[in-house]
């Protein structure tokens, strides 16, 4: 099949930024639903999905759209809301690897802040275009609320005094950036620094609350989609599919959340995902979404489909899917594909990865919660300790009693100090912790990178003395 301009897919959008910047609740005011204050502690905890149907984004965009007249060609948008929590780089970083453009949300109350500014590296080493929400607008002293209007009729009606501080705080915002490097402008003051034909990346205040400002950043993602990445959301038949989360639903045992890019999905597919045991192979048996607007980490009614094309986010049911890692790649066995091809395609990264440790025959089991996260932990380790901290193993997921028996092996070993578990973002068995004890392996557990370090570096340092 040929790609066609008359063809593209949804682009994927992902939303960044720090903690409690808005981000979910900027989703919430586009689906009109009520996500964000149904979660634990009010963070997000993990990647979420929602498909918006490009009805929903032409009357979302209607107001402003009377005056811009785009032309809205994308069939619809995907967004994937990411946690800003910082224990989350895993899933900011798989959330910008997915994506094809990006709104980092700012608090303007606050400015650009750690995590910010972590998302920010993040989308330029990826070179993913993307836009600057400079949410709660509506915070500035005497905001009048002009609920869901275009954003430069928001601040007509607003007073003098309001408009100043708005100005300040936007130019803060700037003035931050361009210490990071990043030229930027309100979208609308940009002249020849327009987004479309420069480097400059345009600022859109926001109210997630109110809703001001809403259309105009919708707007702008379907207009940077369409022309700076046409070529790219061409649709194309190959399967290009990836592995969101993996979770137990009630009356569906374990299901996998994916994200079809290309291609097609269907039931009745082989399809051969990755684990850290090797390669499965299973029949897919349903293939659910939540209706258009709902979001996929929310327990819904769920759409059945015999078929889906990308982009979409898709949960796929299917047996013997307990094992299978997020962030990695889906394939399915075609009529004239050789199974084992196939399978050895699924697990070249982890493969790759598991070759990187052969070298190491003492050192500690490094153990995380995703391949995207335990990359992530062998990297800092390897390179950002001093001195590096050896791995002879790794695993995934929760810490079991035979992992305990892996490790343990360096006590017999003469290396007593790797009998040591470096845990990040996983759970520890009951059972699994008493045999440690019993069988002197420490555990060392954070949900923050860098305390491992200090965790086993305190250790060794006690051990010298
Ligand atoms: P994490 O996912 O945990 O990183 O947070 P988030 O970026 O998704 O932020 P969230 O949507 O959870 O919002 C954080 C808090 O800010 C909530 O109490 C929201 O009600 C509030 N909030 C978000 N956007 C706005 C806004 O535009 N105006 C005002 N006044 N409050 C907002
Ligand atoms: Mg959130
Ligand atoms: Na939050």
């Given at each position: 099949?040929?790609?066609s301009p008359?063809?593209?897919?949804?682009?994927?959008?992902?939303?960044?930024?720090?903690?409690?910047?808005?981000?979910?609740?900027?989703?919430?005011k586009i689906?009109?639903?009520?996500?964000?204050?149904?979660?634990?502690?009010?963070?997000?905890?993990?990647?979420?999905?929602?498909?918006?149907e490009?009805?929903?984004?032409?009357?979302?965009?209607?107001?402003?759209?009377?005056t811009?007249?785009?032309?809205?060609?994308?069939?619809?948008?995907l967004?994937?809301?990411?946690?800003?929590?910082?224990?989350?780089?895993?899933?900011?970083?798989?959330?910008?690897?997915l994506?094809?453009?990006?709104?980092?949300?700012?608090?303007?109350?606050?400015?650009?802040?750690?995590?910010?500014?972590?998302?920010l590296?993040?989308?330029?080493?990826?070179?993913?275009?993307?836009?600057?929400?400079?949410?709660?607008v509506?915070?500035?002293?005497?905001?009048?609320?002009?609920?869901d209007?275009?954003?430069?009729?928001?601040?007509?009606?607003?007073?003098?005094?309001?408009?100043?501080?708005?100005?300040?705080?936007?130019?803060?915002?700037?003035?931050?950036l361009?210490?990071?490097?990043?030229?930027?402008n309100?979208?609308?003051?940009?002249?020849?620094?327009?987004?479309?034909?420069?480097?400059?990346?345009?600022?859109?205040?926001?109210?997630?609350?109110?809703g001001?400002g809403?259309?105009?950043?919708?707007?702008?993602?379907?207009?940077?989609?369409q022309?700076?990445?046409?070529?790219?959301?061409?649709?194309?038949?190959?399967?290009?599919?990836?592995?969101?989360?993996?979770?137990?639903?009630?009356?569906?045992?374990?299901?996998v959340?994916?994200?079809v890019?290309n291609g097609?999905?269907?039931?009745?597919?082989?399809?051969v995902?990755?684990?850290?045991?090797?390669?499965?192979?299973?029949e897919?048996?349903?293939?659910l979404t939540?209706?258009?607007s709902?979001?996929?980490?929310?327990?819904?009614?769920?759409?059945?489909?015999k078929?889906?094309?990308?982009?979409?986010?898709?949960?796929?049911?299917?047996?013997?899917?307990?094992k299978?890692?997020a962030?990695?790649?889906?394939?399915v066995?075609?009529?004239?594909?050789?199974?084992?091809?196939?399978?050895?395609?699924?697990?070249?990264?982890?493969?790759?990865?598991?070759?990187?440790?052969?070298?190491?025959?003492a050192?500690?089991?490094?153990?995380a919660?995703?391949?995207?996260a335990?990359?992530?932990?062998?990297?800092?380790?390897?390179?950002?300790?001093?001195?590096?901290i050896?791995?002879?193993?790794?695993?995934?997921?929760?810490?079991?009693?035979?992992?305990?028996?892996?490790?343990?092996i360096?006590n017999?070993?003469?290396?007593?100090?790797?009998?040591?578990?470096?845990?990040f973002?996983v759970?520890?068995?009951?059972?699994?912790r008493?045999?440690?004890?019993?069988?002197?392996v420490?555990?060392?557990?954070?949900?923050?990178?860098?305390?491992?370090f200090?965790?086993?570096?305190?250790?060794?340092?006690?051990?010298?003395?």
């Amino acid at each position: 099949e040929a790609r066609s301009p008359d063809d593209l897919r949804c682009p994927i959008v992902v939303i960044m930024g720090h903690v409690d910047t808005g981000k979910t609740k900027l989703l919430d005011k586009i689906r009109k639903t009520n996500v964000q204050e149904g979660e634990a502690g009010g963070i997000t905890q993990q990647i979420g999905a929602t498909y918006f149907e490009k009805k929903t984004l032409e009357t979302q965009t209607a107001r402003l759209n009377a005056t811009e007249k785009v032309e809205l060609k994308v069939p619809g948008m995907l967004v994937i809301d990411t946690p800003g929590h910082e224990s989350f780089t895993n899933l900011r970083s798989r959330g910008s690897s997915l994506c094809d453009v990006a709104i980092l949300v700012v608090d303007l109350m606050h400015g650009l802040e750690q995590q910010t500014i972590e998302s920010l590296t993040m989308l330029r080493k990826r070179g993913v275009p993307f836009v600057v929400a400079l949410n709660k607008v509506d915070r500035c002293y005497g905001w009048k609320t002009a609920k869901d209007t275009p954003i430069r009729e928001a601040l007509k009606g607003q007073d003098e005094g309001t408009l100043m501080e708005f100005r300040s705080r936007a130019t803060d915002a700037k003035v931050q950036l361009q210490e990071q490097g990043v030229n930027s402008n309100l979208y609308w003051e940009m002249g020849d620094d327009d987004w479309s034909n420069s480097d400059f990346i345009p600022l859109v205040p926001t109210s997630a609350v109110t809703g001001e400002g809403v259309q105009d950043v919708l707007l702008l993602l379907c207009q940077m989609a369409q022309k700076k990445l046409e070529e790219k959301l061409m649709w194309h038949a190959n399967l290009q599919c990836t592995v969101l989360e993996v979770k137990a639903i009630d009356g569906l045992g374990m299901t996998v959340d994916v994200l079809v890019v290309n291609g097609h999905l269907k039931e009745g597919d082989r399809a051969v995902f990755c684990t850290l045991d090797g390669p499965i192979v299973t029949e897919i048996r349903g293939l659910l979404t939540p209706p258009p607007s709902r979001e996929m980490r929310i327990k819904s009614e769920y759409i059945h489909h015999k078929s889906v094309k990308g982009a979409l986010g898709v949960k796929v049911i299917g047996n013997n899917l307990d094992k299978v890692m997020a962030g990695t790649p889906v394939m399915v066995v075609g009529p004239d594909d050789e199974e084992e091809d196939i399978k050895a395609e699924v697990m070249s990264d982890l493969t790759k990865l598991k070759g990187k440790l052969s070298t190491e025959k003492a050192g500690v089991l490094v153990q995380a919660s995703t391949l995207g996260a335990l990359e992530a932990l062998l990297q800092f380790l390897r390179e950002d300790t001093k001195p590096p901290i050896p791995v002879s193993a790794i695993g995934i997921g929760t810490i079991h009693k035979r992992d305990i028996t892996k490790i343990s092996i360096m006590n017999e070993k003469g290396h007593p100090e790797y009998a040591t578990v470096l845990a990040f973002d996983v759970d520890v068995e009951r059972e699994a912790r008493e045999y440690a004890q019993e069988m002197n392996v420490r555990i060392m557990t954070a949900d923050i990178i860098y305390h491992l370090f200090d965790q086993f570096t305190r250790f060794m340092d006690e051990l010298k003395q």
